[in-house]
């Protein structure tokens, strides 16, 4: 293990909170070393409304329990008008971090901003809506076509409600403070961290601490060394590796709609030959990277949605592949990012394990705030993603369309099948889940079957904490993490 001057060396550019030979800052106030630094300053149009959600600074209507139900939020109750439209109640006595009250008409504006963003909301992808006050305490939300998820859409944290204040920048609202969350943000400081103070007139109580100090600690390894020499309460992600250096009263771990997969870009000069993409999969199909590189924290995957979570997707049918085609001598990069330790490792493995058959593979490794632009323009042959199905919404229709629809936001695999798009289309119009679901299988199995995406594991929360730490949240949907309930014992 490394010696502490080692590990202040490693993360004191990172960290916020006091150094190494500094003064505790005692437990009013918690230390939470997070993954991934902001890509636009947590604005909750980007992959940071994560970031502002899970440390307590933001809220929406409502939110999923850990069977993906509904529960009021920021609306107390909600009532379907006709098949387009649901009217919200809005709770009383909400306000926001700059202190002015939260309105039907605050509620409103702030829903029509996020309509009207450019790029729009990845929680909004194929929806036409509008947002309408009804009176003092009532929206109605209405969409052009019948949505049987709305509801549930309502609890992304790209949709949480922000101050009027917030949208000086109506692409990219800033949530410092103008939220409505436990903690209030009162400092970025650029992709180093941020400051948060609790909230005292907070709707839902009062926090069990004076503030937040969060650090953007892209290094795993370097989160794992901050908790273990008591430099943080809370690290998000801890490696595999590092996992069995934990007690297990040091340790959260559930279940995820996260799946981590090998998309083979149909763009791609090799790989858009379905025979060249067998050859790369059955390659690899020998390869156990839960037990070896998750040394056994994290469940094999056997298809891109997970049954411990999603268990209507248990009973899938079995997957016929096409024919394999020869490869040797073909150029292919692979890319992945470092935020998460194990992807680099899995890069790692796979590249040698191709070189076998032939390929003559290029890696690449870096920040994923870096590389995002070029994960999605088809820059590289194939990518190793680690990605949430219930993120943007918890809809597994919502999410096939989003990430393997031809139009689709964060299609990766640049993958586009016009039949299966109206499948598609077709199953987001159907109120019956079970329906939805049979669909989502149908569509899982056609893609797992043209070799479009190899899943390769089924990913575990694994939050270290600190001794005594209680009332963060379990949340398989990968939102909530620190809560007005958060506190030291």
Request: charged content about 20%; overall charge negative; glycine content about 8%.
């Amino acid at each position: 293990m490394r010696s502490l001057r080692s590990v202040c060396l490693a993360v004191a550019a990172l960290l916020i909170v006091a150094g190494c030979g500094g003064d505790d800052p005692g437990p009013e106030r918690l230390r939470y070393a997070y993954g991934f630094s902001p890509v636009a300053a947590l604005s909750p149009y980007s992959d940071d409304a994560a970031t502002t959600y899970g440390i307590g600074a933001t809220e929406s209507l409502v939110f999923l329990d850990p069977d993906g139900t509904a529960k009021p939020r920021l609306a107390e109750s909600w009532t379907q008008i006709n098949s387009t439209t649901w009217n919200f109640v809005i709770r009383d006595g909400v306000r926001f971090h700059d202190g002015t009250a939260m309105t039907a008409r605050a509620v409103a504006d702030s829903l029509t901003h996020a309509v009207k963003a450019e790029p729009q909301p990845r929680a909004l992808t194929g929806i036409e809506m509008s947002v309408a006050v009804v009176d003092d305490k009532t929206v109605a939300i209405t969409t052009k076509e019948p949505d049987p998820v709305l509801v549930s859409r309502m609890s992304s944290p790209e949709l949480v409600i922000l101050a009027e204040g917030a949208y000086s920048n109506p692409n990219q609202p800033s949530p410092v403070g103008m939220g409505t969350g436990p903690y209030q943000i009162t400092k970025l400081d650029g992709t180093s961290g941020a400051t948060l103070a609790a909230f005292d007139d907070y709707w839902g109580g009062d926090p069990g601490f004076e503030g937040v100090d969060v650090s953007f600690v892209a290094d795993g390894d370097s989160r794992s060394s901050a908790l273990k020499a008591g430099q943080v309460d809370v690290a998000f992600s801890l490696p595999a590796s590092k996992l069995r250096t934990f007690s297990a009263d040091e340790l959260i771990a559930v279940p995820l709609p996260r799946t981590v997969a090998l998309h083979l870009t149909q763009s791609s000069p090799v790989f858009s030959d379905p025979g060249a993409r067998e050859t790369a999969r059955a390659a690899i199909d020998e390869l156990d990277f839960a037990a070896t590189v998750y040394d056994g924290f994290a469940d094999d995957a056997d298809g891109l949605f997970a049954p411990k979570v999603s268990t209507w997707a248990a009973n899938r049918p079995a997957t016929r592949f096409p024919n394999s085609t020869a490869v040797k001598g073909k150029s292919v990069s692979l890319a992945t990012f470092s935020n998460r330790p194990e992807m680099s490792e899995m890069a790692t493995v796979i590249a040698d394990t191709w070189r076998s058959v032939g390929l003559d593979v290029k890696v690449t490794v870096g920040d994923y705030d870096q590389l995002e632009g070029d994960f999605l323009s088809g820059k590289f042959d194939a990518v190793i993603m680690s990605r949430s199905y219930g993120y943007d919404n918890p809809d597994p229709i919502g999410y096939l369309q989003s990430d393997f629809g031809c139009a689709g936001s964060y299609n990766i695999s640049r993958f586009c099948d016009r039949t299966i798009d109206a499948d598609l289309a077709d199953a987001a119009t159907k109120t019956d889940a079970a329906a939805r679901y049979r669909v989502a299988v149908d569509v899982e199995h056609r893609l797992l079957s043209t070799v479009a995406v190899i899943p390769l594991i089924h990913d575990r929360t694994q939050f270290g904490i600190g001794k005594g730490l209680t009332g963060l949240a379990e949340d398989p949907w990968e939102r909530a993490v620190i809560t007005v309930d958060t506190k030291f014992d």
